[in-house]
């Protein structure tokens, strides 16, 4: 079964500190999501890509976050400076177009605590 | 309002009983609709999509009614190993933009 590849899946830190993600969506899935997911919540979008273009990024915290898709594969969201609030489980999933209908597949995750 | 609202957790079920979950969303121009099943500290994994008409699988079957802006889900015979956090997920297919519930904890006893 196809998986989406996610590195590191843990991620200690000191604040202030910068950390990154890397993702790696299902072969020829176009779209990519990040979502932060804090214990206890649901997952919410960080940023969506379609191939190497942001389609939604209104809630991705500019000021300290990056994402990138620069060749429309892989991903790498970047955070600079980590706070303490940024711990929580950073997930990635993508879907084909059309897909839907088979919903999006989940990466197993970066679970990052700020120190 | 929030766009996806689920009931407030955790249910805390006996081995055997049927055990009912509802979602609300906000958005009428939603067109997708997916149960997740979350294990802790793991990932989200698909459970079952949603379709107009309702559908089973297994002792899982899910329902949607389009006019009140409704989900639900109905685990019958509920297992052990059904204990999880269940995600409804409602997406805009015109903007493939896909909102999660914050999830509903089930626990099964024995």
């Known amino acids: 079964e196809a998986e989406v590849a996610q590195s590191p899946r843990y991620k200690i830190t000191e604040k202030s500190q910068a950390v990154a993600f890397w993702c790696d969506p299902i072969?020829?899935?176009?779209?990519l999501y990040w979502y932060r997911q804090i214990l206890g919540q649901g997952p919410e979008l960080l940023v969506q890509f379609q191939d190497e273009s942001v389609v939604d990024d209104s809630q991705l915290p500019k000021d300290r976050f990056s994402a990138e898709r620069l060749k429309g594969v892989d991903s790498t969201l970047k955070i600079q400076p980590a706070e303490l609030g940024d711990s929580a489980m950073y997930l990635c999933?993508?879907?084909?177009?059309?897909?839907?209908?088979?919903?999006?597949?989940f990466g197993s995750g970066t679970r990052l605590t700020v120190v | 309002r929030k766009e996806v609202e689920q009931d407030p957790g955790p249910f805390n079920v006996p081995e055997g009983a049927t055990v009912a979950f509802n979602c609300t969303y906000s958005?009428?121009?939603?067109?997708?609709f997916f149960w997740y099943r979350q294990d802790c500290r793991k990932e989200p994994k698909l459970l079952m999509s949603v379709y107009s008409s309702g559908n089973e699988d297994g002792r899982f079957t899910a329902q949607l009614n389009r006019a009140s802006q409704y989900i639900s889900l109905l685990i019958r015979d509920s297992k052990l190993s059904d204990s999880a956090t269940y995600l409804c997920?409602?997406?805009?297919?015109?903007?493939?933009?896909?909102?999660f519930g914050k999830g509903t904890r089930l626990h099964i006893l024995p």
């Open positions: 958005n009428s121009a939603s067109q997708s």
């Open positions: 072969s020829g899935h176009a779209t």
């Open positions: 999933a993508s879907s084909s177009i059309p897909g839907r209908r088979d919903g999006y597949t």
């Open positions: 997920v409602v997406n805009n297919d015109r903007d493939d933009k896909i909102i």
